[in-house]
């Protein structure tokens, strides 16, 4: 085993689950939570994997025109300035933040 010393104090590897999506750890109880808030009063428990999906797409554009923003500003850092800007710049609804 080269590049490992001369074996003492080797800690051993540990079993992990693999690479899988953020969004995946978004349960269902806290998609029913963000429905509830939004209005809703029951929503099918089929539709959680089209929401999860719709929330992936949501986020990425987001992101994306967040860090478009930083970049125009001539800055590596993404500020919450400029996700308060990117919500504005889709058009939506957004409470609770000033800008």
């Known amino acids: 085993m080269a590049g490992r010393g001369k074996g003492r104090n080797v800690a051993a590897k540990r079993h992990h689950k693999g690479h899988r999506d953020a969004v995946e750890g978004v349960s269902k109880n806290a998609i029913r939570q963000l429905a509830r808030r939004?209005?809703?009063?029951?929503?099918?428990?089929?539709?959680?994997?089209?929401?999860?999906?719709?929330?992936?797409?949501?986020?990425?554009?987001?992101?994306?025109?967040a860090i478009t923003i930083a970049e125009d500003n001539k800055r590596k850092t993404v500020t919450p300035m400029d996700v308060a800007f990117a919500i504005r710049w889709q058009q939506v609804t957004s409470r609770g933040f000033e800008y």
Do not use: H, T, W, Y
């Open 38 to 65: 939004a209005g809703l009063k029951c929503i099918s428990g089929l539709s959680c994997e089209m929401r999860r999906k719709l929330l992936k797409l949501f986020l990425k554009n987001l992101i994306q025109d």
